[in-house]
């Protein structure tokens, strides 16, 4: 079985009903899909894996990736998708580490779209669609702010795709642009 979005959409709100984890999962979705066409690979893929790299994370929150993996073979979904997902969680919950870019992709940008989402709600504006990784990165050095978001995962993904932070930290921005309202994040932009 090849999962569409629909399905995995589907299956996302079965297992989530929290406002701020669908919002977390459709905004990872957004910047995969993003970084997908930017490297010439399959955007319906890698949108799909991050749209349900969460999945259990609300039923289950101490078997985070355990739940997913069983939940997604019992689906009847291809061992690519299932080993994708469980590798978002490598050194914290799971001992699958990232091997293919959309793994490493997938373990860089989950942590930073907290920090963006959360860099972006206290502009003036509320907005990602005025925001800059400049700005990012001077929250990222504020250790109080975003305190939840773990910077290690994010440096290192950096370092596994071989790209500097401020590239990564933009290319998130614009994959969340494209899906500022679905996340609440279009905000108030003047002019």
């Not at 860089?108 to 990602?128: N, W």
């Amino acid at each position: 079985m090849t999962p569409n979005r629909e399905d995995a959409f589907r299956l996302l709100t079965r297992y989530n009903e929290s406002e701020s984890l669908i919002k977390h999962a459709l905004a990872v979705e957004g910047v995969m899909r993003y970084m997908a066409r930017k490297r010439g690979a399959d955007e319906e893929e890698w949108g799909i894996i991050g749209l349900v790299h969460d999945l259990d994370y609300e039923k289950f929150p101490d078997q985070h990736c355990i739940k997913t993996e069983e939940i997604l073979r019992a689906e009847g979904w291809p061992e690519a998708y299932i080993r994708a997902v469980v590798s978002h969680g490598w050194g914290i919950c799971s001992d699958v580490k990232p091997e293919s870019e959309l793994e490493m992709v997938l373990y860089a940008v989950d942590e930073l779209t907290g920090l963006v989402a959360t860099s972006a709600l206290v502009r003036p504006s509320k907005s990602v669609l005025d925001l800059t990784a400049k700005s990012v990165k001077k929250k990222w050095k504020d250790k109080r702010f975003a305190a939840g978001v773990d910077r290690a995962i994010i440096q290192k993904g950096a370092e596994m795709l071989g790209v500097p932070l401020a590239d990564l930290i933009t290319d998130t921005i614009m994959g969340m642009r494209e899906v500022a309202d679905a996340v609440g994040l279009r905000g108030e932009v003047a002019g």
